[in-house]
């Protein structure tokens, strides 16, 4: 809708224009920015993990600037300009809020001077009233429907809402193998710091011993366990498993098939009837929900029949992750089934293999190309009628190396944060990348502290978010 702006001879005394805005976490983030008022009393979050709060007040000269899209879009709208505005500050807004923002023609003064009462309304309650002196437009200026570019706020909300979830879980005990680097040793400390998992360290101890010194880290009251080898570091992590006293594994400074080897070993591993595979937990902060994607680290070129459990593993998990019924798209190049392309094929089969029970605890659709699975404006228009379509919670990729390129770039392209967790074993195993840093290793600890409680009790200790639930 275009808006026309208003010239002096246009408004009389008496004119009204009002608008509705609720307070954002991201509002407070964005003034921050924009003003450099770094209040911490103004910021909703002080760290990864944190969530916003309704106690944070958002800050008076945000509150002030509301009034400002009043007058530049409404009344006298394109084209005023302020000369002076005075502002009393009555009560503070907080984060929730519904505002209403109203500016009312109290007098106009010759030859071009529009003189306004301003006013901030939380229900009845005046949180901030003033007087405004605006010129108006000369002519009769129109401002087109217009969008501007984009802004994403590189928060990790999910990840915050996750590790949340845990706070009235026990950590996890973990067998972390071979912590013989800083990010390792950080990531396994930084778990127990936050109660999310109680660590032993499975390493050389002298090197664990010199790294935490080097970075300035404490080891008091952290079980270590002198290994001679990496080998024989991951071969006990097993081993502890089945003495029950690890209930996870978290790869340290070592090779991923070092591990694994142990893991997946037909005599003495930790292999059930599923075949084991791999998920990346991303929260991206270009999307609105969680996105699961899988296998991107083990399973190099899976047949169907491997696809089937890599599919059901991530279900589990994501229900796991507190969504009830995840939709599960298929990926491959193309939303059509080509005979040519093994991928549509398979994709085709996991769909109606889902629809006869096959595959449970989820929907699920393919084949999808990567756009039409994440985007609906894209799945619109293909035509495809889907409830996968646009608005995936799992992508199960083709192979390796598409779902390896899919996460790096969902991490290093759209700023995500990522867990990585193998699942179809006993244990869930915490495969973390060496070049990890410790915001996801603490999130790859709470991903595997939620799926162990899943496991054991058979429900999802993470709440469904509000509003997507009434969505849903």
């Not at 969530?51 to 400002?68: D, E, I, R, V």
């Not at 007058?71 to 984060?95: C, S």
């Not at 070592?254 to 930790?270: A, F, N, P």
């Amino acid at each position: 809708m275009a808006r026309i702006g208003h010239t002096y001879e246009d408004l009389a005394v008496g004119d009204t224009a009002s608008i509705s805005r609720t307070v954002t976490p991201d509002d407070l983030i964005v003034f921050a920015h924009v003003s450099g008022n770094l209040n911490p009393l103004h910021l909703p979050a002080t760290r990864a993990g944190d969530t916003a709060s309704g106690q944070n007040p958002a800050p008076s000269m945000w509150l002030a600037s509301l009034f400002s899209a009043v007058l530049g879009n409404l009344l006298p709208g394109p084209g005023t300009l302020y000369e002076t505005q005075n502002l009393r500050f009555r009560a503070r807004a907080h984060v929730g809020d519904v505002l209403t923002i109203t500016v009312r023609v109290a007098e106009k003064r010759p030859p071009d001077i529009i003189v306004l009462r301003t006013e901030v309304l939380r229900g009845t309650e005046v949180l901030l009233d003033g007087t405004a002196e605006v010129q108006p437009p000369a002519t009769h200026i129109v401002l087109e429907d217009g969008v501007l570019p984009e802004l994403i706020l590189q928060r990790h909300r999910h990840v915050g809402r996750l590790l949340a979830a845990c706070a009235s879980l026990p950590p996890l005990a973990t067998a972390v193998v071979v912590p013989e680097e800083e990010n390792a040793l950080r990531g396994a400390l930084a778990g127990a710091r936050d109660n999310l998992i109680r660590p032993i360290l499975l390493g050389n101890a002298a090197k664990i011993a010199a790294v935490a010194k080097a970075c300035g880290l404490s080891l008091d009251g952290i079980a270590i366990e002198d290994m001679p080898s990496h080998d024989a570091a991951a071969a006990r992590a097993v081993e502890m498993v089945h003495q029950g006293s690890a209930a996870a594994i978290m790869k340290g400074h070592l090779h991923t098939d070092e591990l694994l080897r142990h893991v997946v070993k037909s005599q003495g591993g930790l292999r059930t009837t599923r075949r084991i595979s791999h998920v990346f937990v991303m929260d991206a902060p270009s999307l609105p929900d969680l996105l699961l994607v899988t296998d991107a680290a083990i399973n190099i070129a899976p047949a169907l029949e491997d696809k089937i459990d890599i599919t059901q593993n991530a279900i589990d998990l994501a229900q796991a992750l507190g969504i009830a019924q995840p939709r599960v798209g298929i990926l491959a190049a193309v939303e059509t089934v080509n005979p040519k392309m093994q991928s549509t094929i398979d994709a085709a089969s996991l769909s109606k293999m889902a629809e006869r029970g096959q595959i449970r605890g989820g929907i699920v659709d393919g084949p999808l190309a990567m756009d039409n699975a994440i985007s609906l404006s894209a799945a619109r228009t293909k035509g495809l009628t889907s409830l996968v379509a646009g608005r995936a919670d799992v992508l199960v990729v083709p192979n390796l190396e598409a779902g390896n390129i899919l996460a790096k770039e969902l991490t290093y392209a759209a700023q995500a944060e990522g867990a990585g967790i193998v699942l179809g074993a006993k244990v869930p195993v915490l495969l973390t990348s060496r070049a990890d840093d410790e915001g996801s290793r603490l999130f790859s600890c709470a991903v595997a502290v939620l799926y162990s409680h899943w496991q054991t009790s058979g429900h999802s200790a993470v709440m469904p978010e509000p509003l997507k639930e009434a969505a849903q």
